[in-house]
């Protein structure tokens, strides 16, 4: 499958416009689209997702290595794969834009702001293209879509200054419907704040996609993963959180689990309470919208109640958060939650942690066994308050985790954590032989 990045000459640029945008524009001249988003961000693929009918692959060296980055790559499928880059193209540092885009060994466009200029954006894209090879990286740029750009002497002023090494491959035009709202964590998801078909429809017109296809490559293929687990007859029965509480899981997270187990899914803000399974798994998402519900809900007592009994169970962030025994909004409105881990949460107007992470096992729990070595992410506006003598999974070798050195609070079989861990880094698998024992 071919691919290019999109990158950002900085955050807040408008990739994610312009990635959608793009994906529709391509949907119309006739390609089947594949989204991708680099780094571990959850809610930018959401919206790809609403856009091209299918999930958007995560791409994090960090959380996969390079080759488990072209291994979930690859597990993609379509013409054409469309990769949003992270922040600014360069900014980062193990799974920038960049990285990702030498790492796959595609083409690179720049998304570059072109509201406010002509000749200067095109100046600013070629600096960009000049970096790359100034500072020793081995990418390729391309060319550029320019963001809030009107068509006329605006776009004429900017594609005629372009060198011949960048090529300019159309225009976002500064439309209001094509905004997306934010809140903390970043942008609303994508099921509830989607852009409209038809307004997308509109600015897709003024896309080159043809153009973009020609130049898209396939990124060289990966070595094997030796270590998945092979299917078997006797696949546990593991329960997935899904609901607006319960929404941040990597594709390859849920691929994961559905090869090797029998998934059923649960909604604890409607009022489901937990079906009959071997293991529990609670993504993360926003528990501290849906306090009330929660408080009400009988997955939260029947949880607690498996949890005493020995059901494996993993908690991340707001798995971490429901498995709790308060919640405090940042209002200051608190709510009973499951209470299976000795901790108050309690949420904050700003974030409190956003990292890549790396936790080194200090005992055996259903993700680990002692001393294993995981890479993940962690980004919350919530922090736990716990007793002195809790227990903790994981020591912190990079990251804030619960305590600013540890994470991953333990009780019976009961893991609950900051960090959100990758399918490839092999805690995924050790959870399913959990709840097959």
Same mark, same amino acid.
């Given at each position: 499958? $071919?691919?290019?990045?999109?990158?950002?000459?900085?955050?807040?640029?408008?990739?994610?416009?312009?990635?959608?945008?793009?994906?529709?524009?391509?949907?119309?001249?006739?390609?089947?689209?594949?989204?991708?988003?680099?780094?571990?961000?959850?809610?930018? =693929?959401?919206?790809?997702?609403?856009?091209?009918?299918?999930?958007?692959?995560?791409? $994090?060296?960090?959380?996969?290595?390079?080759? +488990?980055? &072209?291994?979930?790559?690859?597990?993609?499928?379509?013409?054409?794969?469309?990769?949003?880059?992270?922040?600014?193209?360069?900014?980062?540092?193990?799974?920038?834009?960049?990285?990702?885009?030498?790492?796959?060994?595609?083409?690179?466009?720049?998304?570059?702001?072109?509201?406010?200029?002509?000749?200067?954006? @095109?100046?600013?894209?070629?600096?960009?293209?000049?970096?790359?090879?100034?500072?020793?990286?081995?990418?390729?740029?391309? +060319?550029?879509?320019?963001?809030?750009?009107?068509?006329?002497?605006?776009?004429?002023?900017?594609?005629?200054?372009?060198?011949?090494?960048?090529?300019?491959?159309?225009?976002?035009?500064?439309?209001? $419907?094509?905004?997306? =709202?934010?809140?903390?964590?970043?942008?609303?998801?994508?099921?509830?704040?989607?852009?409209?078909?038809?307004?997308?429809?509109?600015?897709?017109?003024?896309?080159?996609?043809?153009?973009?296809?020609?130049?898209?490559?396939?990124?060289?293929? =990966?070595?094997?993963?030796?270590?998945?687990?092979?299917?078997? $007859?006797?696949?546990?029965?593991?329960?997935?959180?899904?609901?607006?509480?319960?929404?941040?899981?990597?594709?390859?997270?849920?691929?994961?689990?559905?090869?090797?187990?029998?998934?059923?899914?649960?909604?604890?803000?409607?009022?489901?309470?937990?079906? /009959?399974? /071997?293991?529990?798994?609670?993504?993360?998402?926003?528990?501290?919208?849906?306090?009330?519900?929660?408080?009400?809900?009988?997955?939260?007592?029947?949880?607690?109640?498996? @949890?005493? @009994? +020995?059901?494996?169970?993993?908690?991340?962030?707001?798995?971490?958060?429901?498995?709790?025994?308060?919640?405090?909004?940042?209002?200051?409105?608190?709510?009973?939650?499951?209470?299976?881990? =000795? @901790?108050?949460?309690?949420?904050?107007?700003?974030?409190?942690?956003?990292?890549?992470?790396?936790?080194?096992?200090?005992?055996?729990?259903?993700?680990?066994?002692?001393?294993?070595?995981?890479?993940? %992410?962690?980004? %919350?506006?919530?922090?736990?308050?716990?007793?002195?003598?809790?227990?903790?999974?994981?020591?912190?070798? &990079?990251?804030?985790?619960?305590?600013?050195?540890?994470? +991953?609070?333990?009780?019976?079989?009961?893991?609950?954590?900051?960090? %959100?861990?990758?399918?490839?880094?092999?805690?995924?698998?050790?959870?399913?032989?959990?709840?097959?024992?």
């Amino acid at each position: 499958m $071919d691919g290019f990045v999109l990158a950002g000459t900085e955050s807040g640029v408008g990739k994610t416009v312009a990635t959608l945008v793009t994906l529709q524009a391509l949907e119309q001249a006739g390609y089947t689209v594949q989204p991708a988003k680099a780094g571990a961000d959850f809610i930018d =693929p959401s919206h790809h997702a609403a856009v091209a009918g299918k999930p958007s692959r995560t791409l $994090d060296s960090w959380l996969e290595g390079e080759d +488990g980055l &072209r291994r979930n790559y690859h597990r993609g499928s379509g013409d054409i794969c469309v990769v949003e880059g992270v922040m600014g193209m360069y900014d980062g540092d193990h799974s920038s834009t960049a990285a990702v885009a030498e790492t796959l060994d595609v083409p690179v466009i720049l998304v570059v702001d072109g509201s406010g200029g002509m000749e200067s954006v @095109a100046a600013t894209a070629y600096g960009f293209q000049q970096y790359a090879s100034q500072a020793g990286r081995d990418i390729e740029m391309i +060319g550029v879509i320019s963001q809030q750009t009107h068509g006329g002497r605006h776009e004429r002023g900017i594609r005629n200054a372009l060198p011949d090494s960048l090529q300019y491959f159309g225009r976002v035009p500064p439309m209001t $419907d094509l905004s997306i =709202p934010e809140r903390h964590l970043g942008l609303h998801m994508g099921a509830e704040a989607p852009l409209e078909m038809a307004t997308l429809d509109e600015a897709a017109q003024y896309i080159d996609a043809d153009g973009i296809a020609e130049t898209a490559r396939t990124p060289p293929q =990966p070595e094997a993963n030796g270590s998945l687990q092979a299917e078997t $007859d006797d696949m546990p029965t593991i329960a997935v959180a899904h609901d607006s509480a319960f929404r941040f899981v990597y594709p390859a997270v849920r691929e994961r689990l559905d090869t090797h187990a029998d998934v059923v899914t649960f909604a604890p803000v409607d009022g489901d309470d937990l079906p /009959d399974c /071997d293991g529990v798994y609670l993504p993360g998402g926003y528990p501290e919208l849906h306090g009330p519900e929660l408080t009400r809900s009988p997955a939260l007592e029947t949880l607690s109640d498996r @949890a005493v @009994a +020995g059901l494996p169970i993993l908690g991340e962030c707001g798995g971490l958060m429901a498995l709790s025994d308060s919640l405090t909004t940042a209002d200051g409105e608190s709510y009973e939650m499951a209470g299976v881990l =000795p @901790a108050a949460v309690e949420m904050h107007d700003r974030y409190q942690a956003l990292d890549h992470v790396e936790l080194v096992a200090r005992t055996e729990t259903v993700t680990a066994t002692t001393g294993d070595t995981y890479r993940g %992410h962690e980004f %919350h506006y919530s922090s736990a308050s716990v007793p002195a003598d809790a227990s903790f999974a994981f020591t912190m070798q &990079r990251g804030d985790g619960i305590d600013g050195e540890h994470d +991953g609070l333990t009780e019976y079989a009961t893991l609950g954590t900051y960090s %959100h861990l990758h399918a490839e880094s092999g805690a995924f698998d050790m959870f399913l032989d959990h709840a097959t024992r």
